[in-house]
């Protein structure tokens, strides 16, 4: 066999690797649709029956029946939001950053998520509006925290900082090898040609920057491309399925952004997202 043909063999195998993992994809996404479907009368069902509780129940469990309203409330969204992905719609625009994030943290604190962990929320003042849904952006924001929680099993750190850039200085800056905005969590020098191609697409005069940092376990060099991909995951079999980080592209890549991930300055995991500012035309 020559060197041409071995190469041509490999690259065939590739090709039918690939196809049964985008069959077995299509047929999951079919499955988790027909679930998502069905879980419909038993959270309605779950709702009405929390509504008829908070009438009944003493005053000192109305704040836990009230949780479980908005927690039933949220997989109804979850579940929309999902739906409404696999069929055409129209895009929800104007999403602030800002409260989604504080949105997040707050139903999270409330399941006890970040327990033993120091959050330090560096958020600008200045408006965030972003395109895409609330529901899409708060999905996203819960699978960064939860994953860096799961990364600090004993306890750590997390660091979340946004700022609203100009899209020009911002490109300048990736052209440069300098990351000037996250200056304060993480100080990368590098030059991502990806970023910098994206940056010279938008037909946008401003971002908003945002990095989710952590002091976990981080990961390898070798996985930064991988993390995002369906299934993958360093955790062990109990720990999750590998579809966070999947998420979290996929909501990106419906608000026109932009994620990548490196290791911390305290050797966790960060995550950086830019995402176009939503403008009223």
């Not at 469990?61 to 949220?74: C, D, G, N, Y």
């Not at 399941?111 to 330090?120: F, P």
């Not at 609330?134 to 900082?161: F, H, K, S, T, Y």
């Amino acid at each position: 066999m020559t060197k041409d043909t071995g190469e041509i063999e490999r690259l065939r195998a590739e090709n039918v690797e690939q196809r049964e993992q985008l069959e077995r994809l299509a047929s999951g996404g079919r499955m988790v649709a027909m679930l998502l479907h069905e879980i419909g009368n038993p959270v309605t069902a779950i709702v009405n029956y929390a509504h008829t509780l908070d009438a009944k129940v003493a005053p000192e469990l109305k704040a836990t029946v009230a949780a479980l309203q908005r927690e039933a409330f949220r997989i109804v969204k979850l579940r929309d939001g999902f739906l409404d992905f696999v069929r055409p719609h129209a895009k929800e625009t104007g999403t602030d950053f800002n409260a989604a994030v504080r949105d997040t943290l707050g139903f999270l604190s409330e399941q006890g998520v970040l327990k033993r962990i120091e959050v330090d929320l560096q958020l600008s003042d200045a408006p965030k509006p972003t395109r895409g849904s609330a529901v899409d952006l708060e999905q996203a924001i819960a699978n960064l925290v939860l994953n860096a929680a799961a990364a600090m099993p004993e306890g750590g750190r997390l660091v979340i900082w946004a700022e609203r850039l100009n899209r020009l200085a911002l490109l300048d800056a990736a052209k440069r090898r300098t990351d000037t905005d996250a200056g304060r969590i993480i100080h990368p020098r590098r030059k991502d040609d990806r970023l910098s191609s994206w940056l010279e697409s938008l037909d946008v005069d401003e971002v908003v920057k945002v990095v989710v940092a952590d002091s976990g376990q981080g990961f390898h060099h070798e996985n930064l491309e991988k993390i995002f991909e369906p299934f993958f995951t360093a955790k062990a079999p109990d720990g999750g399925v590998g579809l966070g980080l999947t998420v979290v592209r996929r909501v990106v890549d419906s608000m026109d952004g932009i994620v990548w991930a490196q290791r911390s300055r305290e050797g966790g995991a960060a995550f950086h997202i830019v995402l176009p500012v939503h403008v009223e035309r």
